[in-house]
């Protein structure tokens, strides 16, 4: 069954003294659908009854800011200090299935098969232990997230930086535009793409009425840049340009 994320609904919090300290814990499952402080947090006391998000699916992915705005309206004080986006809440079966009771490392994996060119989603991925890590193993699920699979990915394998890459937006062949901004300077032609490329990503063009082969910079579909607004898209973390 297909994970889904609940997002946490982020409400303003007033002032207040300090809480009662807990711990998140290191892997939260849930048994009945309905995640709890007692199911996050270590040391919840009489506040770990208070529920902050439903579970329809296997597993859950909550906004890391909304549960510790959730625990301080409640009493109880998690300063995230290791700094989590995301906290991942399994399903007493899938933690078991999963093995998180074995293994020595936490790893990120697939939380179901992917396709070739498909977008990862924050549901696609859980962690999980395993006896080793892959060398280049992202440890930020952020890294991830909005690229596309470079070839098919196993449910349950882990996650590595080279199974990814920027979804691609121009294709070998076709005609696109390349766009130069600069200084109030607005100018545009057309051209050939002599190469395929994802988002971020140069690739080199063929003018149509020059015939004479630029670098560019893949924007969006069928669009491209050069100067500094392609400086800009490089300078650009994967990850932020890829949900661009």
């Known amino acids: 069954m297909k994970r889904l994320v609940i997002l946490l609904a982020a409400l303003v919090a007033t002032p207040a003294l300090a809480g009662q300290p807990v711990t998140l814990k290191a892997n939260p499952v849930d048994a009945d659908g309905v995640i709890t402080l007692g199911d996050l947090f270590e040391g919840a006391g009489a506040a770990g009854k208070i529920a902050v998000a439903a579970k329809p699916g296997a597993s859950a992915i909550l906004d890391a800011a909304a549960v510790q705005a959730a625990a301080g309206r409640a009493g109880l004080d998690w300063p995230n200090a290791q700094g989590f986006r995301r906290i991942v809440v399994r399903s007493a079966a899938e933690a078991s299935a999963a093995g998180v ?65 920027a979804p691609q937006v121009i294709k070998a062949g076709e005609l696109v535009t390349v766009a130069y901004e600069d200084g109030g300077i607005s100018l545009a032609l057309q051209g050939k793409a002599m190469a395929s490329a994802g988002l971020g990503e140069s690739f080199a063009v063929q003018n149509t009425a020059s015939k004479k082969i630029i670098q560019a910079v893949a924007s969006g579909p069928g669009q491209a840049v050069v100067g500094p607004a392609a400086d800009q898209l490089k300078a650009l973390p994967r990850t932020q340009y890829a949900l661009r």
């Not at 280049?136 to 098919?152: K, S």
């Open 101 to 165: 009771a074995r293994g020595n490392v936490e790893v990120l994996t697939y939380a179901r098969s992917l396709t070739a060119g498909e977008i990862v989603q924050a549901q696609d991925l859980v962690w999980a232990k395993a006896a080793a890590a892959p060398n280049d193993a992202p440890g930020d699920a952020e890294a991830i997230i909005g690229l596309a699979a470079r070839r098919p990915l196993r449910a349950g394998a882990a996650v590595s930086a080279r199974d990814v890459s």
